[in-house]
């Protein structure tokens, strides 16, 4: 059962198909795969100090769907984004500064999250198999999670960072596991695993 799990899911894990195509189309992916984190972004309820948005949603299915490596250079590249100057991050804000305040633990926790969603979907946790694709996205929203209160811990001491970094999201974590592995499934074109 095991083995089943962690199969490659070749030919391949992902209907976008990125791995070993020419490095145009990875740029490419990359762009869109950034547009889509920015999207993401804009769609937000205000809370202090850390706003719910849909950026988990977005960096768990970009790392579902481009694998570990792509999907890490993906979100890194909307976060350096994000640092220079363009409105990409959560509610179109930008600049350095929300690195370093109480949102930085889950701003950096972002490409481990794509990396870790990524790595598993290309073990066939992905829209072949339903429920792991569920529990990597689980795994990846828990990530970010522990991360970014960790971080907020060391501003605003831990009791409060759990209550006010931690807590509120764990719903909001379910619901976009969910969503995200409803997505993988319903995504036209999904690999055949290589052990059914």
Known sequence: MTDVAFSSGKPSFSP?????????????????????LALSSYIEVPMLPVPVTMQTFAVTLIGALYGWRLGAVTIAAWLVEGAVGFPVLAGGAAGVQHFVGPTGGYLFAFPIVGALVGWLAERGWNGNRVMLAFAAMLLGNLACLVLGTMWLAIMIGAEQAITFGFLPFI??????????????????????????
């Open 16 to 36: 976008l198909r990125l791995q070993g195509r020419p490095l145009a189309w990875q740029v490419g992916a990359v762009v869109l795969g950034t547009l889509f």
């Open 171 to 196: 719903v909001g974590g379910l619901l976009k596991s969910a969503l995200g592995a409803a997505t993988l499934m319903a995504l036209p074109g999904r690999a055949k695993p290589a052990n059914p």
